[in-house]
């Protein structure tokens, strides 16, 4: 994990394991080798010039659940633009991985930057209102599966070995949900999009033209089969922009004359089968043009 800030790369400073004395100590040079795993004295201990020194060593990796380290992870988690510092904690030890909280957070803040040969295997994150960004190696990820896209904050992947299972990669943690059965398509994906409560990933296709969707609970079909559990198309309409909103998955639909139809699914209830999902046409567009369109949550 390296952690950086726009526009300077700042590397983070080292966590370092020095003993940190409670009293003054003697103005002597720190030594460098590895603290023995062994109690230590509180009495004074004899130096070998015959001066008397008193100290007590902090081991931080032993800050567990039950101290600050969890309250700090909750602190961090609580705002979206210090997500890369929580990240960061993380890669200290085992024991602070163990003892921080799961991060369970859909990073709207959060982009993807485009990534590329030879860097194929590390992804930057970059946050929209502060420029903080950061990159995290994939690379052991990278060896086992395809990258399929990006979503609110999870990374969605395809096994590389046959049947090509769907996984989602929190970034944060490089825990992987394998939970999915249902493969990826086999067609060219326009994009990819992942709703939760219930946890479904929909893609929409370029040929056939549609959008399509699974759970946890689809299977997995042979590749002579339709995909998804659901399925949804409008004749001689591309489909674009699928994303999740309020607990909703929307599109834009635009046919040869750029006029366009807002597509939405209909009151998805939580742990709802996926294929009990459907999707109507929302509303109509006389002509799309350049104009750009904003989901917005009002209740009125």
């Known amino acids: 994990m390296e952690k950086k800030n726009a ?18 100590v003697a103005a002597e040079p720190v030594a460098s080798e590895a603290v023995a795993a062994e109690p230590v004295a509180s009495e004074p201990v004899a130096a070998e010039d015959g001066a008397s020194k008193r100290g007590a060593s ?13 309250k700090i992870g909750e602190c961090l988690l609580a705002k979206e633009e210090y997500v890369d510092t929580y990240s960061a904690l993380r890669q200290v030890c085992r024991n602070w991985r163990s003892g921080l909280p799961e991060p369970d957070v859909h990073l709207h803040e959060w982009i993807m930057v485009e990534h590329a ?25 990278h060896a086992r599966y395809y990258f399929i ?14 049947p090509h299972k769907i996984r989602l990669l929190n970034p944060l943690t490089k825990t992987l949900n394998t939970m999915f059965e249902a493969q990826m398509p086999s067609v ?8 939760k409560s219930p946890t479904m990933v929909f893609v929409s296709t370029h040929y056939p ?3 399509a969707w699974v759970d946890e609970s ?3 079909k042979d590749i002579d089969e339709d995909w998804g559990e659901g399925r949804f198309s409008i004749e001689h309409h591309s489909l674009r922009c ?51 369109f904003y989901l917005v949550n009002s209740d009125a």
């Open 58 to 70: 902090v081991n931080w990796a032993s800050l567990m659940a039950d101290g600050p380290l969890h």
């Open 188 to 195: 060219i994906l326009e994009s990819v999009a992942i709703m």
């Open 149 to 162: 896209g990006f979503c609110r904050g999870i990374i969605v992947l395809a096994q590389k070995n046959q």
């Open 117 to 141: 040969l030879p860097r194929a295997a590390e992804f930057t994150f970059l946050h929209l209102r502060t420029s903080r960004y950061v990159t995290i190696d994939l690379t052991e990820v």
């Open 209 to 211: 033209t549609e959008i």
């Open 242 to 292: 699928i994303t999740p909103f309020n607990g909703e998955l929307y599109a834009i639909a635009v046919d040869n004359s750029e006029f366009g139809k807002l597509v939405c699914t209909n009151n998805v209830q939580l742990e709802q089968r996926a294929s009990t999902v459907n999707m109507e046409t929302l509303i109509s567009f006389s002509e799309l043009g350049n104009d750009k």
């Open 7 to 24: 526009p300077a790369t700042v590397a983070p400073e080292p966590v370092t394991s020095e003993p940190i004395a409670s009293e003054p």
């Open 218 to 220: 689809t299977p997995t």
